[in-house]
């Protein structure tokens, strides 16, 4: 007979399988704009027709022009500031206790074909502790097969399944962690805190981080006559409407050839870094966040952008291609493995911080929901958190050679190490357990940006009682698997 834990997990499964079915999802991630500024005989001007001197903008052979102090990122080309092999030892914890003992963890890639590979080595050393991996698909719902049919899972990391993960989670105090450890990323504390127990930790320099940014091809925006984000942003206009600007002049390049757009469009991540998202979280719990008012006028102007016709939603990747001017991506983007791997020469490519709603105002950081937790049932969980302190440290890691240069990899660790609590905006839809739980899914919202940019509020007013109606879901669903361990 299978235990109270088994038989929720089999009925959560059973639910989330028959709606992850229908669901579909938007790939194509990148943006675009209608701007203050524009492209004019390669003459950068202003919204009344000014030309931008060169008073206030680095000359392009300013050294700091590839990348200022933001795109050069942080101090380190080593895995962030943290030192290598980090007190691990929390509430009493001795790890000499749990020498011999085995983790058992859950992971989308095995660490022999990454980075990690040496850094579970590593831990397995210094701990007594091994590391058995099980290899899972990028879906809440295989883990919870496996933990239905007695398979004993430790711990396991969430990405983009939050909150269906809270099926297979138990409270991560039964890992005994330091939560005042300054390594940890307080965010993921706070969105995933119920019943007073966080469940789900992630460092804030993780080499996993996948914090949104923009990437942009450097040859097509000097071909445009555009300027960098960072010069932008050295004026104080680093806005929605410059990324519009850089895009549209990109599109507008003569004989360039068939097929170069100006960007394409992660609408969902432009949105978020707002502050506008589909499910927010406040004071414990999820509502809805279409119920702001300037939501509206936000998804307006990426809807214009797209009707103005620089922007491509095609299903092939075109940035890779050198086919795109500038998108949104996220840190692995950055990484040689990532989205750019085929990209024919990494040196082409710059990168900065997405930019800000408008002018005055600071973005705010976003991403896939990615953290790292403890299963239920787990055998060994205090161990578990061991591992988790040593392979989320990303000081134990070398990572020169990782990234697509020294300088994306100064920017990766500086962006991830860079968000405060206060100004996280993750997604909690782009997993299809998730949609699967509340039946409505993200591309019902993010396909908007398609059609007219007039009806945008008539559209979300009509769309709020279902978004109602999910968020009820998800909080019910949070609640009935608040506090389970066994």
């Known amino acids: 007979m299978l235990s109270t834990v088994k038989k929720i997990i089999a009925l959560v499964l059973a639910l989330a399988m028959v709606f992850a079915l229908v669901g579909c999802s938007n790939n194509e991630e990148e943006m675009s704009s209608g701007g203050i500024t524009y492209v004019d005989n390669e003459v950068l001007v202003d919204e009344n027709g000014n030309p931008i001197t060169n008073d206030n903008v680095v000359d392009d052979n300013d050294e700091t022009q590839q990348g200022d102090n933001t795109q050069q990122g942080g101090d380190t080309q080593q895995g962030g500031d943290t030192k290598p092999g980090g007190d691990t030892t929390t509430?009493?914890?001795?790890?000499?206790?749990?020498?011999?003992?085995?983790?058992?963890?859950?992971?989308?890639?095995?660490?022999?074909?990454?980075?990690?590979?040496?850094?579970?080595?590593?831990?397995?050393?210094?701990?007594?502790?091994?590391?058995?991996?099980?290899?899972?698909?990028?879906?809440?719902?295989?883990?919870?097969?496996?933990?239905?049919?007695?398979?004993?899972?430790?711990?396991?990391?969430?990405?983009?399944?939050?909150?269906?993960?809270?099926?297979?989670?138990?409270?991560?105090?039964?890992?005994?962690?330091?939560?005042?450890?300054?390594?940890?990323?307080?965010?993921?504390?706070?969105?995933?805190?119920?019943?007073?127990?966080?469940?789900?930790?992630?460092?804030?320099?993780?080499?996993?981080?996948?914090?949104?940014?923009v990437v942009y091809s450097k040859n097509l925006l000097k071909r445009a006559g555009a300027y960098e984000p960072y010069q932008y942003d050295q004026q104080g206009k680093w806005t929605w409407d410059a990324y519009a600007a850089i895009a549209k002049a990109v599109d507008n390049i003569d004989g360039l050839g068939k097929g170069i757009r100006g960007t394409y469009i992660d609408d969902g991540y432009l949105l978020a870094s707002a502050g506008f998202q589909l499910y927010k979280f406040e004071d414990g719990k999820f509502i809805n966040g279409l119920k702001d008012p300037e939501h509206a006028t936000a998804y307006s102007k990426i809807s214009s952008w797209n009707k103005e016709g620089f922007v491509t939603n095609s299903v092939v990747d075109p940035f890779v291609k050198g086919n795109t001017g500038i998108v949104c991506g996220l840190g692995w983007s950055l990484k040689k493995t990532g989205s750019n791997a085929n990209y024919s020469n990494w040196a082409d490519i710059g990168f900065y911080t997405l930019p800000a709603y408008k002018e005055g105002m600071k973005p705010g950081g976003t991403s896939m929901f990615k953290a790292w937790g403890i299963c239920r049932g787990a055998d060994e969980p205090v161990a578990a958190g061991l591992f988790l302190r040593y392979y989320l440290d990303a000081g134990n890691y070398d990572t020169q050679g990782a990234f697509i240069s020294p300088e994306a990899e100064k920017f990766f660790f500086k962006m991830t190490e860079g968000i405060s609590m206060d100004n996280f905006h993750p997604q909690f839809t782009s997993g299809d357990s998730t949609q699967g739980i509340t039946g409505f899914f993200e591309w019902d919202w993010e396909g908007l940006y398609l059609g007219d940019p007039t009806q945008m509020a008539t559209k979300l007013n009509a769309m709020s009682p279902s978004v109602d109606k999910a968020v009820d879901t998800l909080n019910k669903f949070v609640s009935k698997n608040i506090g389970i361990r066994e």
């Open 91 to 213: 509430g009493g914890v001795n790890p000499e206790d749990y020498r011999g003992k085995k983790v058992v963890f859950a992971t989308t890639i095995l660490s022999k074909t990454d980075e990690s590979g040496p850094v579970v080595d590593a831990f397995e050393k210094k701990y007594g502790i091994t590391v058995e991996e099980i290899l899972v698909g990028d879906n809440v719902n295989e883990i919870a097969g496996k933990i239905a049919a007695g398979t004993n899972i430790d711990v396991m990391r969430t990405c983009g399944d939050f909150p269906a993960a809270m099926a297979v989670l138990q409270p991560l105090t039964a890992a005994k962690l330091d939560m005042t450890d300054p390594i940890w990323n307080q965010s993921i504390f706070k969105y995933t805190t119920f019943g007073g127990e966080p469940y789900c930790c992630d460092t804030n320099n993780n080499v996993w981080t996948e914090n949104a940014c």
